[in-house]
């Protein structure tokens, strides 16, 4: 499971990176917070984000198509619970560095 946090993990930056090199985003260290950086859309990633957004809707509306309407609030909530826990869970970062005071 851990490896495969870090492999999603790899792939996000890569995606960023590329995304990055694509001029759509930049990257800005957090006012608040300098530890935390984060990911700005430019006038070239908002444009390509207007011409892609309503198919991507669209594919969201038939991912869940087949749902009955119960089930599609019983997902929205469940998925509400899993965001809540996300963001209440340790960083990766605390995480790699809880595991290298365990490995010492």
């Known amino acids: 499971m851990l490896k495969a946090t870090f492999s999603a993990r790899n ?10 090199r694509d001029n759509l985003v930049t990257r800005r260290t957090a006012r608040r917070d ?17 011409e892609i957004a309503p198919a991507a809707a669209r594919r969201a509306q038939l991912t869940v198509k087949s749902l009955t309407s119960a089930q599609q609030k019983e997902l929205l909530a469940m998925l509400r ?3 809540r826990n996300l963001r209440k869970a340790p960083s990766i ?11 010492r």
């Open 11 to 20: 792939r996000y930056f890569c995606v960023v990176d590329q995304m990055e």
């Open 81 to 83: 619970i899993i965001i």
């Open 34 to 50: 300098s530890r935390v950086v984060e990911v700005h859309l430019t006038p070239r990633g908002r444009k390509l984000y207007a």
């Open 93 to 103: 970062e605390a995480e790699e560095k809880a595991i290298a005071q365990r490995a």
